[in-house]
Protein backbone atom coordinates (compact mmCIF):
# COMPACT_ATOMS: atom_id res chain seq x y z
CA UNK A 1 0.00 0.00 0.00
CA UNK A 2 2.63 2.73 1.11
CA UNK A 3 4.70 1.61 -2.72
CA UNK A 4 1.66 2.74 -4.77
CA UNK A 5 1.30 5.71 -2.68
CA UNK A 6 4.98 7.08 -2.72
CA UNK A 7 5.06 5.94 -6.23
CA UNK A 8 1.70 7.53 -7.17
CA UNK A 9 3.24 10.67 -5.37
CA UNK A 10 6.42 10.94 -6.94
CA UNK A 11 4.93 10.17 -10.85
CA UNK A 12 2.22 13.08 -10.03
CA UNK A 13 5.05 15.17 -9.16
CA UNK A 14 7.34 14.42 -11.73
CA UNK A 15 4.09 14.87 -14.29
CA UNK A 16 3.84 18.50 -12.53
CA UNK A 17 7.14 19.57 -13.14
CA UNK A 18 6.55 18.83 -17.21
CA UNK A 19 3.78 21.06 -16.83
CA UNK A 20 5.37 23.67 -15.13
CA UNK A 21 7.41 24.00 -18.42
CA UNK A 22 4.13 24.63 -20.56
CA UNK A 23 3.37 27.83 -18.84
CA UNK A 24 3.78 29.95 -22.01
CA UNK A 25 0.94 27.22 -23.29
CA UNK A 26 -1.21 27.90 -20.43
CA UNK A 27 -1.03 31.93 -21.27
CA UNK A 28 -1.56 31.28 -24.93
CA UNK A 29 -4.77 29.32 -24.70
CA UNK A 30 -5.75 31.92 -21.91
CA UNK A 31 -5.49 34.37 -24.39
CA UNK A 32 -7.06 32.68 -26.86
CA UNK A 33 -9.81 31.76 -24.36
CA UNK A 34 -10.62 35.42 -22.99
CA UNK A 35 -10.70 36.86 -26.87
CA UNK A 36 -13.33 34.23 -28.24
CA UNK A 37 -15.33 34.95 -24.97
CA UNK A 38 -14.76 38.78 -25.35
CA UNK A 39 -16.32 38.67 -29.01
CA UNK A 40 -19.35 36.34 -28.33
CA UNK A 41 -17.89 32.98 -29.44
CA UNK A 42 -18.02 30.05 -27.15
CA UNK A 43 -15.15 27.17 -25.66
CA UNK A 44 -16.26 23.96 -27.25
CA UNK A 45 -14.70 20.64 -25.40
CA UNK A 46 -14.65 17.52 -26.59
CA UNK A 47 -12.99 13.76 -24.95
CA UNK A 48 -13.89 10.28 -24.22
CA UNK A 49 -13.45 8.31 -20.89
CA UNK A 50 -11.97 10.43 -17.74
CA UNK A 51 -11.22 13.16 -20.57
CA UNK A 52 -15.24 13.42 -20.99
CA UNK A 53 -15.30 14.10 -17.88
CA UNK A 54 -12.43 16.66 -17.51
CA UNK A 55 -14.74 17.98 -20.78
CA UNK A 56 -17.49 18.61 -18.35
CA UNK A 57 -15.79 19.77 -15.50
CA UNK A 58 -14.51 22.57 -17.39
CA UNK A 59 -17.19 23.46 -19.10
CA UNK A 60 -18.81 23.97 -15.66
CA UNK A 61 -16.24 25.99 -14.77
CA UNK A 62 -16.82 28.28 -17.52
CA UNK A 63 -20.78 28.45 -17.54
CA UNK A 64 -21.16 28.25 -13.79
CA UNK A 65 -18.08 30.09 -11.72
CA UNK A 66 -14.59 29.08 -10.64
CA UNK A 67 -13.61 31.09 -8.40
CA UNK A 68 -15.49 35.03 -8.98
CA UNK A 69 -19.07 35.28 -9.27
CA UNK A 70 -19.44 36.50 -12.87
CA UNK A 71 -22.03 36.38 -15.38
CA UNK A 72 -21.67 33.16 -17.38
CA UNK A 73 -19.22 32.19 -20.25
CA UNK A 74 -20.47 29.53 -23.30
CA UNK A 75 -18.77 26.84 -22.63
CA UNK A 76 -20.04 23.36 -23.68
CA UNK A 77 -19.36 19.70 -23.36
CA UNK A 78 -19.80 17.47 -26.75
CA UNK A 79 -19.45 14.31 -24.56
CA UNK A 80 -22.35 15.13 -22.28
CA UNK A 81 -25.54 14.51 -24.29
CA UNK A 82 -25.99 10.53 -24.49
CA UNK A 83 -29.17 10.77 -27.06
CA UNK A 84 -26.78 12.92 -29.22
CA UNK A 85 -24.13 10.58 -28.92
CA UNK A 86 -26.22 7.29 -29.67
CA UNK A 87 -27.70 8.99 -32.14
CA UNK A 88 -24.62 9.96 -34.29
CA UNK A 89 -23.07 6.75 -33.06
CA UNK A 90 -25.62 4.58 -34.60
CA UNK A 91 -26.35 6.33 -37.62
CA UNK A 92 -22.97 7.15 -38.78
CA UNK A 93 -20.58 5.30 -36.80
CA UNK A 94 -18.76 6.44 -32.96
CA UNK A 95 -15.88 8.13 -34.72
CA UNK A 96 -18.38 10.68 -36.06
CA UNK A 97 -19.83 11.55 -32.66
CA UNK A 98 -18.24 15.09 -32.25
CA UNK A 99 -17.57 15.82 -35.59
CA UNK A 100 -21.09 15.80 -36.32
CA UNK A 101 -21.66 17.93 -33.26
CA UNK A 102 -18.67 20.59 -34.30
CA UNK A 103 -20.76 20.69 -37.76
CA UNK A 104 -23.56 21.81 -36.07
CA UNK A 105 -22.67 23.73 -32.78
CA UNK A 106 -19.64 25.67 -33.85
CA UNK A 107 -19.75 29.11 -35.08
CA UNK A 108 -16.82 31.37 -36.22
CA UNK A 109 -14.65 32.52 -33.50
CA UNK A 110 -15.31 29.55 -30.78
CA UNK A 111 -12.72 27.12 -29.80
CA UNK A 112 -12.39 24.00 -30.46
CA UNK A 113 -10.52 22.02 -26.98
CA UNK A 114 -9.77 18.27 -27.85
CA UNK A 115 -8.62 16.06 -24.67
CA UNK A 116 -6.77 13.16 -24.95
CA UNK A 117 -4.25 11.23 -23.14
CA UNK A 118 -3.00 9.34 -25.98
CA UNK A 119 -3.94 11.86 -28.88
CA UNK A 120 -5.29 8.85 -30.96
CA UNK A 121 -8.74 8.86 -30.80
CA UNK A 122 -10.51 8.53 -34.03
CA UNK A 123 -13.37 10.31 -32.91
CA UNK A 124 -11.76 13.25 -31.43
CA UNK A 125 -9.30 13.78 -34.86
CA UNK A 126 -12.10 13.63 -36.67
CA UNK A 127 -13.91 16.47 -34.38
CA UNK A 128 -10.93 18.19 -34.89
CA UNK A 129 -10.33 17.77 -38.32
CA UNK A 130 -14.24 19.44 -38.77
CA UNK A 131 -13.05 22.39 -36.65
CA UNK A 132 -9.84 22.65 -39.16
CA UNK A 133 -12.61 22.57 -42.12
CA UNK A 134 -14.69 25.67 -40.66
CA UNK A 135 -11.77 27.77 -39.72
CA UNK A 136 -11.71 27.13 -36.25
CA UNK A 137 -9.26 27.46 -33.83
CA UNK A 138 -8.61 24.36 -31.85
CA UNK A 139 -6.46 23.67 -28.75
CA UNK A 140 -4.97 19.92 -27.83
CA UNK A 141 -4.90 19.04 -24.10
CA UNK A 142 -2.88 16.07 -25.15
CA UNK A 143 -0.61 13.35 -22.90
CA UNK A 144 2.07 10.68 -24.15
CA UNK A 145 3.97 11.96 -27.56
CA UNK A 146 0.92 13.74 -28.70
CA UNK A 147 -0.22 11.32 -31.30
CA UNK A 148 -1.81 12.53 -34.34
CA UNK A 149 -3.85 15.63 -32.47
CA UNK A 150 -0.40 16.88 -31.66
CA UNK A 151 -0.25 17.99 -35.46
CA UNK A 152 -3.28 18.84 -35.97
CA UNK A 153 -4.16 20.94 -32.92
CA UNK A 154 -3.23 25.11 -33.17
CA UNK A 155 -2.13 24.76 -29.87
CA UNK A 156 -0.93 21.74 -27.22
CA UNK A 157 -0.26 21.07 -23.76
CA UNK A 158 1.61 18.02 -23.98
CA UNK A 159 2.16 16.10 -21.01
CA UNK A 160 4.63 13.71 -22.03
CA UNK A 161 4.40 11.06 -19.59
CA UNK A 162 2.99 7.71 -20.60
CA UNK A 163 1.14 7.32 -17.17
CA UNK A 164 -2.67 8.07 -17.61
CA UNK A 165 -4.16 9.30 -14.15
CA UNK A 166 -0.60 11.73 -14.02
CA UNK A 167 -1.79 12.84 -17.57
CA UNK A 168 -5.34 13.41 -16.69
CA UNK A 169 -4.54 15.36 -13.16
CA UNK A 170 -2.55 17.98 -14.74
CA UNK A 171 -4.57 18.45 -17.44
CA UNK A 172 -7.30 19.40 -15.20
CA UNK A 173 -4.93 21.69 -13.11
CA UNK A 174 -4.15 22.80 -16.33
CA UNK A 175 -7.57 23.60 -17.04
CA UNK A 176 -8.34 25.35 -13.59
CA UNK A 177 -5.62 27.68 -14.06
CA UNK A 178 -6.96 28.72 -17.73
CA UNK A 179 -10.09 29.16 -16.11
CA UNK A 180 -8.70 31.53 -13.29
CA UNK A 181 -6.86 33.56 -16.27
CA UNK A 182 -9.80 33.92 -17.76
CA UNK A 183 -12.04 35.15 -15.03
CA UNK A 184 -9.04 37.76 -14.24
CA UNK A 185 -8.78 38.59 -17.64
CA UNK A 186 -12.98 39.28 -18.39
CA UNK A 187 -13.10 41.24 -15.19
CA UNK A 188 -10.61 43.87 -16.58
Avoid at 92 to 98: R, S, V
Avoid at 128 to 156: E, M, N, Y
Avoid at 170 to 178: D, E, S
Wanted: proline share 1%; net charge positive.
Amino acid sequence: METVIKNSLASHLQAFKQLEGSQEKIKEISKLFASSLRNNGKIIFMGNGGSAADAEHLAAELVGRFKKNRKAYAAISLSSNICIITAIGNDYGFDEIFSRQVEALAKTGDVIVAISTSGESQNVIKGVARAKQLGLKTVGFLGKSGGKLKGLVDISLLIPTEDTPRIQEMHILAGHIICEIVEEELSR
